[in-house]
C-alpha cells in the first residue's frame, strides 16, 4: 500500500501546485470536471485518486499532458 499512498500524495501535490499556479479554486476546478470542491481537496491532500475520466477532464482543463499531470 506504500507505493499507492506515495501516489496519491504525489498526484495531490501535482494538483495543488498546477492549480495554484494557474490561480484558480478548488470550486473552479471542481465544476470543470464535474464533481464537488470536497473530490478536489481529498485529491489535493492525497485520501484517493482520481479516476481515468477525471484525470482526463483535468488534463483537458489544464491544457497537459497526463505526464505532467502524474
Known amino acids: 500500500m506504500k507505493i499507492i499512498d506515495d ?26 470536471i464535474d464533481v464537488s470542491p470536497q473530490v478536489i481537496s481529498c485529491y489535493e491532500k492525497g485520501e484517493y485518486l482520481p479516476s481515468a475520466v477525471h484525470c482526463m477532464r483535468l488534463v483537458n482543463y489544464f491544457g497537459i499532458s497526463f505526464d505532467e499531470l502524474l
Open 7 to 32: 501516489c496519491r500524495k504525489r498526484f495531490g501535490s501535482r494538483l495543488r501546485s498546477l492549480r495554484k499556479e494557474r490561480r484558480k479554486t478548488q470550486k473552479e476546478v471542481a465544476a470543470a
